[in-house]
């Protein structure tokens, strides 16, 4: 099933490896860190980075470990993209790179790369794969390392909102289909920006379909990465395949992050072998196949074959409705604890960029509720959430701006919006930028009235009426407002 060649490393090829790999590594974390240090700041760096250590070094795959869970989480979230950006810069080519707690003295020394003459002989026994049972999936989920899946990101707790509808309706579909349903979209391939719920999403496929009874494994790319190098190292290939070809649903996430020819060989094998059995596939990426540059070309073609959904940006009315659910959970473990809608109201139009700020915008008003005893108003959001606002430093717009890019936008001139024409193609350009005048300037009615040609306020006011009413019923009205706003503030 898995045709593919069983490369365990001579000893001597890995040593040398090893070594060079190692020595080469050393060199490119220090310029990685004086990087990090020059973009981030002494103290960023000194706080998060300097009790970083290098624990195993491949050429296209390092595993770094920190002291502690909270570093780990916290380089994981923050800190891990630009790392892995930085290195393969440094590197001369992409790294996959894992961050590791490095425990006890006796638990590091098994992780790191083993001397030659032990690297010879298996280290790990092969487990059995014979049976199909929960005991053998346990051990599956060993040798293949999966991740672990946490209980509150499920399909109850993703809010559904304009950009994911798609997306939801896809996963939830794959995830409740039971092993004798036809496969439907096979490989379900999902992608979005950072934050914008890929993982919550995959996290809750894996959850439900494991509840349904199915065999599901959920990795990041970097875990089949590692799971490989490792398997490789402890010549438990033949076991880690067919630990592999024992589940009904292989979800991988962060498929970016997938590196190696050889990892990509045997991802693309593994894909066609789960696929042509039948099996279910669901990946996530933060961009569509076509863009996945380092991707083998194999792999790309076999997920374009699949179902490919795209998670928009959140709109405001998701931000919205995520931080009211994050409020309802919050509440039931604080009781005391309350967020006023105006204060709701504020993070959502001001924490824009993803999921991961709305936590965390979240969590700072918690925190601060709960070690300050301070009750949750505009004024403390503000000063909590300062850095997490998108540099709200209000552009000046002028309304010769609006006239002239809705005019733009709508292949009208900026003389038939200050005209009197009415017809219909004119009259709504006309409206949309008094809406915008309005909107986005502080500019009062009969002063915009004036600017439009010497129109009575009444006029800009019914204007501005018309075109907020239309903005509520019509998504494809709301989006064009939205983009001439994102053209007006660029
Ligand atoms: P990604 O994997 O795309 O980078 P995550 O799934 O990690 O994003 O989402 C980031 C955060 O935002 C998580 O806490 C997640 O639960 C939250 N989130 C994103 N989208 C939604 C949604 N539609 N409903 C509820 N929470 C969401
Ligand atoms: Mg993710």
New binding site residues.
């Given amino acids: 099933m898995f045709a593919t060649s069983e490369r365990v490393r001579e000893p001597t090829e890995g040593k040398t490896d090893t070594m060079s790999d190692s020595m080469r590594a050393g060199a490119i974390w220090e310029r990685v860190g004086r990087r990090l240090r020059a973009e981030l700041g002494e103290d960023v760096f000194s706080s998060w980075f300097k009790s970083i250590e290098i624990d195993l070094a491949e050429t296209d795959a390092v595993r770094l470990s920190v002291p502690t869970r909270f570093l780990k989480s916290w380089i994981d979230h923050h800190y891990k993209d630009r790392i892995i950006a930085r290195w393969s810069e440094e590197a001369g080519q992409a790294v996959a790179i894992e961050v590791v707690v490095r425990t006890a003295a006796g638990a590091r020394a098994v992780s790191r790369p083993r001397p030659v003459e032990e690297a010879a002989r298996p280290a790990v026994p092969a487990p059995a794969p014979q049976r199909h049972d929960g005991t053998h999936l346990s051990a599956a989920q060993n040798t293949l390392g999966g991740s672990p899946l946490d209980p509150r990101?499920t399909f109850e707790?993703?809010?559904?909102?304009r950009s994911?509808t798609l997306a939801r309706a896809a996963a939830l579909q794959v995830a409740q289909s039971r092993p004798t349903d036809a496969v439907l979209f096979n490989p379900l391939y999902i992608h979005?920006g950072?934050?914008?719920?890929?993982?919550?999403?995959l996290q809750a496929v894996a959850g439900t379909a494991q509840a349904g009874g199915r065999r599901v494994l959920y990795l990041t790319a970097e875990k089949f990465t590692f799971g490989f190098v490792a398997a490789l190292k402890n010549q438990t290939a033949i076991a880690f395949k067919e630990a592999l070809r024992n589940i009904d649903l292989l979800i991988i996430?962060d498929l970016q992050f997938l590196q190696g020819k050889q990892t990509q060989a045997e991802f693309c094998h593994t894909l066609n072998a789960l696929i042509d059995a039948g099996r279910q596939i669901v990946v996530?990426g933060d961009r569509p196949p076509s863009d996945l540059e380092n991707l083998d070309e194999r792999v790309r073609s076999r997920l374009a074959g699949g179902l490919t959904v795209e998670?928009g940006a959140?709109d405001e009315n998701?931000r919205f409705d995520?931080l009211k659910?994050k409020l309802a959970h919050a509440r039931a473990q604080h009781p005391g604890f309350d967020v006023p809608p105006t204060v709701m109201s504020y993070v959502a139009k001001n924490v824009t960029q993803?999921?991961?700020d709305?936590?965390g915008a979240f969590n700072r008003l918690i925190a601060t509720n709960r070690l300050t005893n301070q009750p949750v108003t505009i004024e403390m959001a503000e000063r909590s959430i300062r850095d997490l606002v998108r540099i709200a430093e209000p552009k000046r717009v002028k309304i010769e701006d609006i006239q002239k890019i809705v005019a733009q936008h709508y292949n009208v001139s900026r003389s038939d919006i200050l005209s009197s024409r009415r017809t219909a193609t004119v009259v709504r350009p006309r409206q949309i930028a008094m809406y915008l005048a309005k909107t986005m300037t502080l500019r009062s009615l009969p002063e915009i009235g004036r600017r439009f040609g010497g129109r009575d306020h009444t006029t800009v006011l019914h204007a501005v009426r018309k075109i907020e009413g239309l903005v509520g019923q019509d998504p494809a009205l709301s989006e064009e407002v939205e983009a001439l706003k994102r053209r007006l503030n660029d």
């Fill in positions: 990101l707790t993703f809010v559904q909102g994911n979005a950072v934050g914008l719920g890929k993982t919550h999403l996430d996530a998670i959140l998701l995520i659910q993803n999921g991961r709305l936590d």
